[in-house]
């Protein structure tokens, strides 16, 4: 459900640069939460977590596509969260699109241009591996990157300890 902004209405959580809808450096809204803008890369057939035959019948197993989302960290569902808009106001009003469970991720990587396919965005690509997927993340720019970066490593070693490697 879309719902239309008014300038009372935005929550100062989102003081976002004055297009919402574009990727840019990411915040942390009133109730801690560390969000923004990201491109996601579709499930590719090797991960585990999306059967490929459910692809290939909805026509959504096709070469790497970029798609822009809006991601959440809440160091109190210890979720990365993420959205096909921005929700506004209260999240729970909005259903997220995916959900990563901060204790399956692995590793987090810088990954080069060419090995994330020359569809991305933007050159500032970095994959969060999981048990069954690795989701390739786009930023708007090299600072935007770090940020998200260095944000969930942390909260990764908060949940995890120290168990969760950095590659960047």
Partial sequence: ???????????????LPSN???PGQPVVDLH????????????????TDKPGIRRLITGRFHASVFQKRWFQYSPVTQHLEYYR???????????????????SISELRETSLDAADATAP????????????????CAADESAKDAWVAALGDAIRKVRGSGCKNKT
Wanted: hydrophobic residues 40%; contains cysteine.
């Fill in 122 to 137: 933007t050159r500032w690509v970095f994959d969060v591996v999981c048990n069954s997927r690795v989701y390739s993340l």
């Fill in 32 to 47: 801690g939460r560390f969000c923004g803008w990201l491109w996601k890369r579709t499930p590719r057939f090797s991960d």
């Fill in 85 to 103: 808009e921005q929700p506004l106001g209260s999240s729970e009003s909005m259903r997220p699109a995916g959900v990563i469970a901060l204790k």
């Fill in 1 to 15: 459900m879309r719902r239309s902004l008014k300038s009372d209405d935005v929550p100062l959580a989102f003081a």
């Fill in 20 to 22: 919402p809808q574009q």
